[in-house]
């Protein structure tokens, strides 16, 4: 089993920065693309930011220029740098990782349990 553990979500003022991490554990033998998703309150969930194993990222619109993702692949932890936030940020964030736990085994989707982040003066 793998489990992901997200951390550094809070309150921060419109304008500020906040950096979310997530931890993967348990048993993995390679990860691929892992992300970020959020969720505000009476909307769907949706992707914020995602980076592959060979280090491409993609990002919603939303957040161009204003988060980086980044992801330490011996410590198995992907990490969102956010700046600029702005009070429309305001939501649950989920970590994603898409985890092989042998070599023979296809890739399995696993989420963290979510980290709230609310920016508002």
């Known amino acids: 089993q793998v489990q992901l553990v997200e951390s550094g979500g809070g309150l921060v003022q419109p304008g500020g920065s906040l950096r979310l991490s997530c931890a993967a554990s348990?048993?993995?033998?390679?990860?691929?693309?892992m992300g970020w998703y959020r969720q505000a309150p009476g909307k769907q969930r949706e992707l914020v930011a995602a980076?592959?194993?060979?280090?491409?990222?993609t990002y919603a619109d939303s957040v161009k220029g204003r988060f980086t993702i980044s992801r330490d692949n011996a410590k198995n932890t992907v990490y969102l740098q956010m700046n600029s936030l702005k009070p429309e940020d305001t939501a649950v964030y989920y970590c994603?990782?898409?985890?092989?736990?042998?070599?023979?085994?296809?890739?399995?989707?696993?989420w963290g349990q979510g980290t709230q982040v609310t920016v508002s003066s």
């Open positions: 994603n990782a898409a985890v092989n736990d042998s070599p023979d085994a296809g890739r399995a989707d696993y």
């Open positions: 348990g048993r993995i033998f390679s990860i691929g693309v």
């Open positions: 980076i592959t194993s060979e280090i491409i990222r």
